[in-house]
């Protein structure tokens, strides 16, 4: 985000003259202490968040998110603003920080340098500048984030043991099933051949042939250790598929399921049934979701009192009218 510093009495008395000419200062979307946030930023911000929307979403999910995007990007950008005027005020520095996670980084890319790094962003349509740039900020809000609110959060036992007591159902493990597959393609297969395949295969099944040769043979799926899927928890699989699979014991093998994009021959390997955690096996999990709604109600809580202490002024609620 660029932030610009302004003298607000200057700035005004040379509008009040005329003296500032449009084509020199951006218009201005926000006033946030001592900084601005221009119709620049914003578009830029916009812009970039949109394209990571393409590439991540499609449909009915893709406006949504662009839809609350629209709404909420501006009050994001300010908020994203004050903490990095908060971390300021503080005398944060997290550069040393920064550096450990750029190496870290590289080192899970298999990337020997930095010269090697910018090579590779750039290949990529990534400037390497402005990416350092926007980690170090976002770092840098995350620190105040752990200053001002992870600091002062603490769990109770007693919440902890309430909360399991309180809500049983939550900690039900569903059924899970271990299943190898023979798979044919629907779309690189006639239907007379699909027809002709499933027979064969049946045959050869019957006369005595592994499941395992014929996955070797025949699958169009998976082929390692026997076309071995792994394990599946009830409601994970397609809803076919599973209606098969709960029907078979380890061991056995189902009859042709067609699933959306082919035909599916299933082992059972391996069932494992439902049962109730205990309280020392789901007690990770309630620490990290109370933890994690402490949180967000602190981080609400912090930021709303930030904008109550600051001077925060809106000039273009809708910045890009749309």
Known sequence: MVKKRIVFAALILLVSFGLVSADIVEEIVAIVNGDVITLSDYKEQFDSTVQILRQQLSGESYFREYDRLKDNLLDMMITDLLLLQKAKEQGLNIKEQLKATIAQIKAQNNIESDADLIRAMNAQGIDYEQWVKQLEENMIRQAVIYTEVDRTI????????????????????????????????SVSHTVSALEAKRAEITNKLKSGLSFEDLVQEYSEGPKDNGGDLGFFKKGELDKA??????????????????????????????????????????????????????RAKKIEEYVKKLKEESFVKILKPNPLNL
């Open 154 to 185: 603490a769990l109770d036992d007693a919440e902890i043991v309430k909360y399991y007591k309180q809500h049983q159902s939550e900690f039900v493990i569903p059924p899970e099933y271990r299943i190898k597959a023979i798979y044919l393609s």
């Open 241 to 294: 598929i599973e209606a098969g699979v709960e029907k078979l014991k380890p061991g056995e093998i189902s009859n042709w399921i067609e699933a959306k994009n082919g035909w599916y021959l299933i082992k059972l390997e391996e069932k494992k049934e439902s049962h109730q955690q205990t309280f020392e096996e789901a007690r990770k999990d309630i620490e990290e979701k109370l933890y994690n709604e402490i």
